[in-house]
């Protein structure tokens, strides 16, 4: 849960600040994909059993934390 919560944090600073320095905006739903690919990406790196596919984790990411 640790590493969803971390990427929402990420995306959501990252928004701010593009929001702020460019004047540019991304909707809900694009914001939302970024959290559960940098999820994704984390949990693939930190853990080396974690062999899940993207498919699975696109449909719901909180099933595989355990």
Do not use: Y
């Amino acid at each position: 849960m640790h590493a969803i919560w971390l990427a929402k944090v990420w995306v959501i600073l990252r928004e701010c600040n593009v929001r702020l320095f460019q004047q540019k905006e991304k909707v809900l739903p694009k914001l939302l994909d970024k959290i559960k690919l940098l999820s994704l990406w984390w949990m693939k790196a930190s853990k080396i059993g974690f062999d899940f596919d993207i498919n699975n984790w696109w449909d719901n990411p909180t099933m595989f934390l355990g």
